[in-house]
């Protein structure tokens, strides 16, 4: 599975999440001409490169019926509402039922994105609902509803379709700050409706950057396709797309886009611990052996010197974070501690997978690790002791073997 990561340090818009994801295609032009072939009423986009504080990226443009818009343009006189005739009937583009007539009647997608598309818009049309008290049916969308809105909507949820199944995380969502205007006033940064979609997001505003970074439109693209929001996760790039926006600021204006081909794995753990100075080596023994069979990933002990300088055990458990409890209470059924410690952490992980190999000895299993760029294999060691057991001849024998013939 691919992961891809989302960099918002300059907020989001959907023209910048599309531009971010065309830097992606080693063929750029060749996914223009298929968005421009995916049905979008009266659209055209087109690509451009541009350029923010020296970095290099792409643009991503739409025109709707010959004319350049621009999402950051809130509701404002004459842009509230796009019509068409289609089959003798004039459609509204402003309202959910338009949009859906759009995305199932005119684009030309298989149904995954449709449903996509859609889910987007949902996340809007609940937005708005909230913010002006009406059923989310009869709204209006305004900068949303606007064609060139669609397309950008519709260009991302392609684009990601193109590439394939992806985990999708992005970075904490700077939203800017100050004032935005529209045809209802003067709105505060982030605008009402895009509050509402970054509910539960963690997000942040920087002093030094003044404006409306996060649209409404990319609050939604983020909320519907990022699994979780937090910091870079360990991975290794394979391609990194820059998405520019329209605006200037002191700081390069722009949405980075981290593709990683193979994801790189990591795993929550807990970890438990604690000390004892009275357990035999037996009783630690059985310990040990009961957290394993009970679900621990691993168990082991480490010589410690404890009060009145007496030499004690440290034991280490690690477990998922749910089995805490649970093996917590094991520990203290079966050792003589009064106390456990323990602590939250993620680990990496290489992703591993069992094949068996037919050999010269019959069935041998074969453990195989690899990410982060690394690829390792060996036999499994008890397949290797069966098999010098039955044929008279010491493991090293076996293994030696098997690499002949590999």
Same mark, same amino acid.
């Given at each position: 599975?691919?992961?891809?990561?989302?960099?918002?340090?300059?907020?989001?818009?959907?023209?910048?999440?599309?531009?971010?994801?065309?830097?992606?295609?080693?063929?750029?032009?060749?996914?223009?001409?298929?968005?421009?072939?995916?049905?979008?009423?009266?659209?055209?986009?087109?690509?451009?490169?541009?350029?923010?504080?020296?970095?290099?990226?792409?643009?991503?443009?739409?025109?709707?019926?010959?004319?350049?818009?621009?999402?950051?343009?809130?509701?404002?006189?004459?842009?509230?509402?796009?019509?068409?005739?289609?089959?003798?009937?004039?459609?509204?583009?402003?309202?959910?039922?338009?949009?859906?007539?759009?995305?199932?009647?005119?684009?030309?997608?298989?149904?995954?994105?449709?449903?996509?598309?859609?889910?987007?818009?949902?996340?809007?049309?609940?937005?708005?609902?909230?913010?002006?008290?009406?059923?989310?049916?009869?709204?209006?969308?305004?900068?949303?509803?606007?064609?060139?809105?669609?397309?950008?909507?519709?260009?991302?949820?392609?684009?990601?379709?193109?590439?394939?199944?992806?985990?999708?995380?992005?970075?904490?969502?700077?939203?800017?700050?100050?004032?935005?205007?529209?045809?209802?006033?003067?709105?505060?940064?982030?605008?009402?409706?895009?509050?509402?979609?970054?509910?539960?997001?963690?997000?942040?505003?920087?002093?030094?950057?003044? $404006? /409306?970074?996060?649209?409404?439109?990319?609050?939604? #693209? %983020?909320?519907?396709? =990022?699994?979780?929001?937090?910091?870079? *996760? &360990?991975?290794?790039?394979?391609?990194?797309?820059?998405?520019?926006?329209?605006?200037?600021?002191?700081?390069?204006?722009?949405?980075?886009?981290?593709?990683?081909?193979?994801?790189?794995?990591?795993?929550?753990?807990?970890?438990?611990?604690?000390?004892?100075?009275?357990?035999? $080596? /037996?009783?630690?023994?059985?310990?040990?052996?009961? #957290? %394993?069979?009970?679900? =621990?990933?691993?168990?082991?002990?480490? *010589? &410690?010197?404890?009060?009145?300088?007496?030499?004690?055990?440290?034991?280490?458990?690690?477990?998922?974070?749910?089995?805490?409890?649970?093996?917590?209470?094991?520990?203290?059924?079966?050792?003589?501690?009064?106390?456990?410690?323990?602590?939250?952490?993620?680990?990496?992980?290489?992703?591993?997978?069992?094949?068996?190999?037919?050999?010269?000895?019959?069935?041998?299993?074969?453990?195989?690790?690899?990410?982060?760029? &690394?690829?390792?294999?060996?036999?499994?060691?008890?397949?290797?002791?069966?098999?010098?057991?039955?044929?008279?001849?010491?493991?090293?024998?076996?293994?030696?073997?098997?690499?002949?013939?590999?």
């Amino acid at each position: 599975m691919k992961r891809l990561y989302i960099e918002c340090g300059m907020g989001a818009a959907g023209d910048m999440l599309g531009g971010a994801l065309l830097d992606l295609f080693e063929d750029r032009d060749q996914m223009v001409g298929e968005l421009n072939s995916l049905g979008v009423p009266d659209v055209v986009y087109s690509a451009e490169t541009t350029e923010k504080c020296g970095i290099r990226g792409t643009h991503l443009r739409v025109k709707a019926n010959g004319m350049e818009e621009n999402e950051h343009m809130h509701d404002l006189p004459g842009n509230a509402e796009h019509t068409h005739e289609h089959n003798g009937v004039t459609h509204s583009h402003s309202s959910l039922h338009g949009i859906e007539h759009i995305v199932k009647d005119h684009l030309t997608v298989n149904d995954r994105v449709k449903e996509q598309i859609l889910a987007v818009y949902q996340i809007l049309a609940d937005a708005e609902s909230s913010v002006h008290g009406v059923p989310a049916d009869e709204i209006h969308f305004h900068e949303v509803g606007t064609l060139d809105a669609v397309a950008d909507i519709t260009a991302v949820c392609y684009l990601l379709d193109r590439l394939g199944t992806c985990e999708i995380t992005a970075s904490p969502v700077h939203v800017g700050r100050g004032t935005v205007k529209c045809a209802h006033g003067i709105l505060p940064v982030p605008a009402p409706a895009t509050a509402r979609i970054l509910q539960g997001i963690p997000v942040y505003s920087k002093e030094q950057i003044e $404006g /409306e970074l996060c649209t409404p439109t990319g609050a939604a #693209l %983020l909320k519907h396709f =990022a699994s979780s929001f937090g910091p870079m *996760p &360990v991975s290794a790039w394979e391609t990194i797309g820059y998405g520019m926006g329209t605006k200037d600021f002191a700081a390069a204006n722009c949405v980075r886009i981290f593709l990683c081909a193979k994801t790189a794995k990591e795993q929550e753990v807990s970890e438990l611990n604690f000390n004892v100075d009275d357990m035999t $080596g /037996e009783e630690i023994g059985f310990l040990t052996s009961c #957290l %394993l069979e009970n679900g =621990a990933y691993e168990v082991f002990t480490t *010589p &410690v010197q404890m009060k009145k300088t007496r030499p004690g055990t440290l034991v280490t458990v690690l477990c998922d974070p749910e089995d805490r409890i649970r093996l917590g209470t094991l520990i203290f059924r079966n050792s003589t501690t009064l106390g456990i410690r323990h602590r939250e952490y993620n680990r990496m992980i290489l992703e591993r997978r069992v094949e068996t190999e037919d050999t010269v000895y019959g069935p041998v299993r074969r453990k195989t690790a690899e990410g982060y760029g &690394v690829c390792r294999s060996k036999y499994e060691y008890d397949d290797l002791a069966e098999a010098a057991r039955k044929n008279g001849i010491s493991v090293r024998e076996v293994l030696a073997e098997l690499n002949r013939n590999k």
